[in-house]
């Protein structure tokens, strides 16, 4: 059994639950089966095991050093990638035309996952490519796809997302890096620094094409003057020639995780690399001017939802490990056994451990199964036959997107913390590897977009948003859902589903009332609650699709331990975690504002 | 040079404990398969010995998977179709339970169909660990044989030079094709295959190659035959019957002895170990 995914669960939530072989009878999917899916799953699984993971530790371990102003990497870095653009996994999901094999996103990304499971800081070198490429094929010109795509989808350029400055990280809008048009306008010249890129410089490729948020001098201000530059570490001279590019590494960032992902200080345009004997990093305008947060927002939506299926991914892994060290540590014996000259039980018989198991599975699978259902919905707003089903599945995507990051990075983060209190002072050692699964996941509620920022975007504006409409349809959903369990007929059934039903009907009283609270100060004091409450009943909903499936096809099917599994988690979910919505909801209602009369002097 | 790869799926060795007997027979239900590890070096050997190394996309012979089972372990004959293998036969048993000997008897006979220069298999399947059927495939068929192949280099298509370990050094056989060889794990280390166009100084990367995504979309156009074990062999009954399987007891609890003197005694008249 890999001790990174459970592939019995992969193949439940793509095939018994998503039925992502439907989507074959689709034009874009109709050269994939369900064996073609599998082999792909079969290939990642191979490669992330044995290419990505046994080098995790020492990535973890020799942290990357600037020497010489070269960023020295353990070596087994670049041949894992290469094994990853070699087995055309670059282009999995990408189209025929640049060479794509078109998977559907749910199976690319289950794909994914394994590397994120394996070596989080080594797969972070491709995410970042992938979402790079994709945003240029959205966004960029023919020649700019030729220009950087291609290299990418071969594994010779990465990519890179260059948003944040040391004073400008949540507050996109105050970015001081600046783009000059050259005098002919097909060019320009960047200034400024970016902090926290990562990936920023490396030799593992070629070339690096940097995507930039920069101002053009005499825009609006803030968000709505920034524009997205592809700005190279090489670009090409006269006659072909190499040109180093007036990009530089200022100095690396020592991280408490994720490690073997390169994070690094640029900057653009000191004038270490002059061209043309002038100082400037040149860049490539992509889109339209002062449309760079449109567009580099396509690359942060995919990178939400992979950095949510990451925390899930290391949760899920964590999980595993703690599982076979609760099934293999012996320690005491069950309640009411007096002889103590009886053998020690292992520590998976206690009802304690298997509630920190249990909480675990609950976590991770239901993350992996929430990020699956979200690139899922990426193939529905692409292909789904009608506009209008296209449409219902774009807005879900967008108020499911900060639920599918925030989530996952604040449960598996504690799933996490529980796989180390399952292996009790073993797990706070370094002998073991759930520690470091815990240091990587730490980076999750952080990163592209923080918690808070992510409650914000939910409540300030998906929910808002088109008069609450993508809200209705999630709700809606999770009726449907609802409905079916209702018409299971056996009580458990039925009682999760009124269960559910009674927290949607809270939920939609609760926004109504907060979002008519009139002063953005108050309705957003608590987004982070409403996040959290939201995110439950995500979970709640998701828990109980999976168990419809599971109670559906455990009677025809022998192993029954799997789907009895599910049940179990399920329950799990219902009973130590749906009720915590309740207070959640109560505090948001209230309109408390502790938090926004508190005073700083008041600390 | 042809190649005929047999090939054997198993439950997946990590899963054991997923392992269920009931009333004397295996319950093979909700197992993970895998292609059994000896024969993917197997594949992977065939692979090495008809291309040359450093452009393995151009193919220097065929490859010819062939499989025994059900409809469902197509799926591996695929897989191995993704790596590089040119051609799959899937011999229908059903869900029948056969014997290495009747594995052995049928080769044979699609061996004379087929007409290889090389049967390459693997040195023995993990799930029931016979190691057999190469062996009485050589006897059946009257060809030279090599087990256990550590290294294999190719001469001119003729003969091939088997490496073999043994015991303090490595045993070099000649062996002139038409042969049956078996390989061994070694088999996939880096410099360990050289067919007559591989490069000397060529080295592969360690272990079995990856079907690349492209290469599992080629894979499903690649031919895969079906044959009826009954045209292979008109005896199929096994000559071994599986009377029980029983799982390997659970491991019993240790006891504390007082000292060496108990410890012995205890050893001599309980364990009799010495
Ligand atoms: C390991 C790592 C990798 C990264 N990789 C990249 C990358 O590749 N490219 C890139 O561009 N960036 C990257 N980042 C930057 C990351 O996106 C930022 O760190 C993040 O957006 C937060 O910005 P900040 O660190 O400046 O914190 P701040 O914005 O200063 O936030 C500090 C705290 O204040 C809160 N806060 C801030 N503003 C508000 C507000 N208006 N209302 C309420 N609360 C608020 C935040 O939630 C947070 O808790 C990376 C960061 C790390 C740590």
Redesign the pocket.
Known sequence: MSMLLSRRDLSFLLYEWLDVESLTKRERFSLHSRETFDAVLSTCERIATERFAPHAKKSDEEEPKLVDDVVVLPREVKPALAAFAEAGLVTAGMGAEVGGMQLPMAVEKAGFAYFLAANVGTASYPL?TIGAANLLLAYGSEEQIERYVTPMTTGHTFG?????EEH????VGDISTRAVPSPSGDRYRLFGS??????GDHELSENIVHLVLAKVPGGPPGTKGISLFAVPKWIEGAGGARVRNDVSVVGL?H?MG?RGTV?ALLAFGDGKHTIDGEAGAVGELVGELHGGMKAMFHMMNEARITVGLGAAALGSTAFLHSLAYARSRPQGRKLGERDATTPQVPIVAHADVKRMLLAQKAYAEGAIALGLYCANLVDEARTADTEEARDEAKRLLEILTPIAKSWPSQHCLEGTSLAIQVHGGYGYTRDYPVERMYRDNR?NP????????QA?DLLGRKVPMQGGRALFDLAARMRATIARALAVRDEGSQRLAGALEAMVARLGEVTAKVLGAGDPEKILANAAVYLEATGHVVLAWTWLELALVAGKNMGRAEDSDFYRGKLAACRYFFAYELPKVGPMLALVESLDTTTVTMKDAWF | MKILVPLKRVADPDNANKVKVNAGKLVTTGLEWKPNPFDEYAVETALRLTENGTATKTRQGEVVVVTFGPKDSETTLRAMLGTGADRAIRVDTGDDQIDGDVVARALKALVEKEKPDLVLCGKQAVDGDSGQVGQQLAEYLGWPQATFAGSIESEGDKALLVGREVDGGTIKLRVELPAVVSVDLRIVAPKSVKSVHTPATHAYPEGVRFAALMAIMAAKKKPLAEVKLADLTSDAAPKIQYLDYELPPARKAGVKVKDVTELVTRLKTEAKVV
């Open positions: 970042l890179t997302m260059c948003l944040s400008a990280g949540s507050s970016k902090m926290w890129i990562s990936g960032n991280k994720y994070n980076l952080i990163h592209e977009g923080t918690h808070g920022i914000m």
